[in-house]
């Protein structure tokens, strides 16, 4: 995939959001936070989640909406969590 520089390609993979490991792919700015990354995704499947309610991981490891991208992210991770805890 040829991308702008600064951009990064991502794969997200979704999980619980009425697909089955739905894969996306996706080109971000080096610089995004989890939260552009969602809205962005977000945007692109007229889905509606609250940024407080989808739990994202990269190499098993949880990020959180003011958490910027990873150097060495490659792929994420979309779950829904439950309303109400």
């Known amino acids: ?3 702008p520089r600064g951009s990064v390609p991502i794969k997200v993979k979704l999980f619980g959001f009425g697909d089955k490991g739905r894969i996306l792919e996706v ?4 610089s995004s ?3 552009d990354i969602v809205a962005m995704v977000v945007k692109g499947l007229t889905l509606e989640i609250d940024y407080d309610e989808v739990m994202v991981l990269c190499n098993e490891v949880q ?3 003011d958490d910027m991208l990873p150097k060495n ?4 991770e ?3 969590l439950a ?3």
């Open 83 to 85: 309303l109400g805890g």
């Open 27 to 30: 080109v971000v700015q080096e």
């Open 78 to 80: 979309f779950f829904p």
């Open 1 to 3: 995939m040829n991308t």
């Open 73 to 76: 992210c490659t792929e994420l």
């Open 63 to 65: 990020l959180y909406p």
């Open 33 to 35: 936070t989890i939260r």
